[in-house]
T-cell receptor
Framework: LAKTTQPISMDSYEGQEVNITCSHN???????ITWYQQFPSQGPRFIIQ???TKVTNEVASLFIPADRKSSTLSLPRVSLSDTAVYYC????????????FGTGTRLLVSP | DTAVSQTPKYLVTQMGNDKSIKCEQN?????MYWYKQDSKKFLKIMFS???????INETVPNRFSPKSPDKAHLNLHINSLELGDSAVYFC???????????????FGPGTRLLVL
């Protein structure tokens, strides 16, 4: 399973766009990139998943360059309720769907 | 309408005791998981069951024994509890389809275990 590296923490203000970058230099051809969000005292929650280029849903966008060695989670116009830990994961179902969580990025959104 | 539920939410017990945590999902999923999140917030998979069959066992001490009476339930029994077992335990589930991207896993609210 490819190892991921992300910033330990980030600070932002309400209304700003937040971009969290994840490095995964050893990503394999079959690997997908998945992001989860975890609020305090709750279990992780799926945000978005992609393989290449750009993926967008109602919550976030995921940008993946051509070499796929990194990815960027973009949260548009964050609010206080976006304060959480964001995990970047890399893998595929060939790994028996074993999610390997790294340290995550702790995002703090202030008024 | 809770998707993945766990009981109890909090569990405080003495060293050496035996305790169980229950998990139920009403999503019709075939695969269920147990994760442990320690005090440093590292989240690590412990077990995975697919259609009541164990498919992942991540070098967890034998004191931990998962049991899946049916596809919708995966319980975790812990014998001879130790101080280091204090953590938050999360149950999760997914459809368990083979191939392609990693499936979305749906997590429960967690069980906060404190061993004194």
């Amino acid at each position: 399973l490819a190892k991921t590296t992300q910033p330990i923490s980030m600070d932002s203000y309400e209304g700003q766009e937040v971009n969290i970058t994840c490095s995964h230099n050893n990503i394999a051809t079959n690997d997908y990139i998945t992001w989860y969000q975890q609020f305090p005292s709750q279990g992780p929650r799926f945000i978005i998943q992609g393989y290449k280029t750009k993926v967008t849903n109602e919550v976030a966008s995921l940008f993946i360059p051509a070499d796929r060695k990194s990815s960027t989670l973009s949260l548009p116009r964050v609010s206080l309720s976006d304060t959480a830990v964001y995990y970047c994961l890399v893998g595929d179902n060939g790994s028996f769907q074993k999610l390997v969580f790294g340290t995550g990025t702790r995002l703090l959104v202030s008024p | 309408d809770t998707a993945v539920s766990q009981t109890p939410k909090y569990l405080v017990t003495q060293m050496g005791n035996d305790k169980s945590i229950k998990c139920e999902q009403n999503l019709g999923h075939d695969t269920m998981y147990w994760y442990k999140q320690d005090s440093k917030k590292f989240l690590k998979i412990m077990f995975s069951y697919n259609n009541k069959e164990l498919i992942i066992n991540e070098t967890v001490p034998n004191r931990f024994s998962p049991k899946s009476p049916d596809k919708a339930h995966l319980n975790l029994h812990i014998n001879s509890l130790e101080l280091g077992d204090s953590a938050v335990y999360f149950c999760a589930s997914s459809f368990g389809l083979a191939g392609g991207p990693i499936e979305t896993q749906y997590f429960g609210p967690g069980t906060r275990l404190l061993v004194l």
